[in-house]
């Protein structure tokens, strides 16, 4: 299988999540960033935290990227996920601002 390539920020969020790095993972994101996840935003540092601290990093969240198309400055990806909070495949969208990201969104499954 081909490796997929991110954009670099998008690949820290990546890398912090699967290190279990709650500092890097908020450090991937500008200081107005924010995770969507199915509607419900958390942005800023703390808010950014709280994600990673509820539904990722606290979760013990594995996260392998399956699939990733970038135009401009986002990057559609379809990813596995491993968690106390969900396990399956999910469909995510990074937004890329200079170095770091504006936003992770999980948008609902229909």
Sequence with gaps: MAETI???PAQALVDAI??????????????????SDWGTVRSGPDGVRAWAGSDAIGAGAKMTVLSA???GDTTRIRFGWSSSVFNGESDGIFVV??????SFTIPPAH
Excluded: R
Aim: hydrophobic content about 40%; glycine content about 6%.
């Design 97 to 102: 601002e200079g170095d770091k990201l504006a």
């Design 6 to 8: 991110l954009p670099a």
């Design 18 to 35: 699967n290190s279990a790095d709650t500092e890097a993972f908020v450090d991937a994101f500008t200081p107005e960033g924010f995770v």
């Design 69 to 71: 198309e970038t135009e």
